[in-house]
């Protein structure tokens, strides 16, 4: 692995459906993000990571959870998925919460 | 509130110079960076502003003004490859980034 990995690649999910996108990064960053980006729309954060074992809520947190139980590892739960929620979502991570972030390929996520 | 402007589109020709504007209101600042984004792909970092003034890395600068809430990104002997949105985004004073909407820059040969 170099540098941070989602998965899936993509995904078709029927709405009601659970699902967690997976998120791992070998740099031993301290920081972990989630955004998704919508068209005409700037990337908008979900949640955050400053540190292993604490997570935060970002500007759109709501229908998602996180958890950080190590340093490498930051999935997104979507408990129930509703159509508003099909988006690009890209993880992200930085060697300290004010440092660059850098970014994983992204989860095209369609929910029917 | 907190809010980032670009531009949406700009088109320039393969040689030639651009510039991509950027203006900014948000609570508190704590730096300004510029990605870039080919279609269908992550944002990469270009470069990051914390002081006034003109940050040069190759054919790419990028400028700052804190009392105008203002910043530029500048390419040089653009090529095709620079096609790709260019986004903005600033760190606010809870250390999180604000996002502009980004600018889709389309080379002409």
């Known amino acids: 692995i170099a540098g941070i990995t989602q998965a899936p690649t993509s995904q078709i999910l029927a709405a009601g459906r659970r699902m967690t996108l997976r998120c791992t990064q070998d740099?031993?960053?301290?920081?972990m993000y989630w955004y998704r980006q919508d068209l005409g729309l700037g990337l908008r954060l979900i949640h955050y990571s400053n540190t292993a074992g604490t997570t935060g809520k970002g500007e759109v947190p709501d229908g998602y959870s996180v958890s950080r139980a190590n340093t490498d590892d930051f999935p997104l739960t979507l408990a129930s998925a509703v159509p508003s929620q099909t988006s690009v979502y890209f993880c992200?991570?930085?060697?300290?919460?004010?440092?660059?972030?850098?970014f994983g390929p992204g989860t095209r996520l369609t929910v029917l | 509130g907190q809010n980032i402007d670009q531009p949406t589109e700009m088109t320039a020709t393969e040689g030639a110079i651009v510039q991509i504007n950027c203006t900014y209101q948000?609570?508190?600042?704590?730096?300004l960076f510029w990605y870039q984004q080919h279609a269908g792909e992550a944002p990469t970092f270009l470069s990051y502003?914390?002081l006034d003034g003109l940050e040069e890395k190759g054919r790419f600068s990028s400028f700052l003004s804190r009392s105008k809430g203002y910043s530029y990104l500048l390419l040089k002997e653009l090529q095709m490859k620079d096609s790709a949105s260019y986004l903005c985004?600033?760190?606010?004073?809870?250390?999180?980034?604000?996002w502009g909407a980004g600018t889709k820059l389309i080379i002409k040969p």
């Open positions: 992200a991570s930085s060697r300290q919460a004010s440092g660059e972030q850098f």
């Open positions: 985004a600033v760190r606010d004073e809870d250390y999180q980034l604000i």
């Open positions: 502003n914390v």
């Open positions: 740099m031993r960053h301290n920081a």
């Open positions: 948000t609570s508190g600042f704590n730096g």
